[in-house]
């Protein structure tokens, strides 16, 4: 399975704008880019997934760069709530696909 | 709808029993799967299902089984249960292949 890359965590204020930045080099063709965040002490939640174009949901947006290399989720205000350990994950298109974790970037909003 | 339920929420075990941890979705999400997660760790994959009848590993099956009979429920049985076992397990539901997951609220287990 394709892997992805992430920082361990990053940092942001209240009301702004983030961008938390994935790095998937060997994504096959296949591969769509899906994006989970964990609140603490909570389940993962679905947040956006994409294959080639750029989506954008009530949640956040994800911008897939062309060569599709990399990806860029896109929490357009940041709120307390934001607050989580968001994670980049490529799931193969079609019929026995797995969703496999990696260890994701823990976001920190300043009030 | 509830979404995916799995009870209990908290549980202890001692070393060497068994038990059964219940998840059910009411969503008809064909894709159901189980997951670990220790502290500080991401999730990792125990099994998975891909409709009814249909089970397969993922990257921790051992000393866990699962069998899936029916498309709303997964249980995930503990055999023989260790202290290694200490987790929260979480189970997920998803319609198909190429849509996101829906996660139930956890079960926290601890074996002494």
């Known amino acids: 399975d394709a892997k992805t890359t992430q920082p361990n965590s990053m940092e942001s204020n209240e009301e702004e704008p983030v961008h938390l930045p994935c790095n998937h080099s060997t994504i096959s063709g296949t591969d769509y880019i899906h994006w989970y965040r964990q609140l603490p002490s909570q389940g993962p939640e679905y947040v956006i997934h994409g294959l080639t174009s750029n989506v954008n949901n009530r949640m956040a947006s994800l911008a897939i760069a062309e060569d599709r290399k990399s990806s860029t989720l896109i929490l357009h205000r940041a709120t307390l709530r934001d607050a989580a350990v968001y994670y980049c994950i490529l799931r193969r298109h079609g019929a026995n696909s797995k969703l496999t974790f990696g260890k994701g970037i823990t976001l920190s909003v300043r009030p | 709808n509830a979404g995916v339920t799995q009870t209990p929420k908290f549980q202890v075990l001692k070393t060497g029993q068994s038990m059964t941890l219940q998840c059910a979705q009411d969503m008809n999400h064909e894709y159901m799967s189980w997951y670990r997660q220790d502290p500080g760790m991401g999730l990792r994959l125990i099994h998975y299902s891909v409709g009814a009848g249909i089970t397969d590993q993922g990257e921790v099956p051992n000393g866990y089984n699962v069998s899936r009979s029916t498309t709303e429920d997964f249980p995930l049985r503990l055999l023989s249960a260790a202290p290694s076992q200490t987790s929260v397990y979480f189970c997920?539901?998803?319609?198909?292949?190429?849509?996101?997951?829906?996660f139930g609220s956890g079960t926290r287990l601890t074996v002494v």
């Open positions: 997920a539901s998803s319609f198909d292949g190429n849509y996101g997951y829906t």
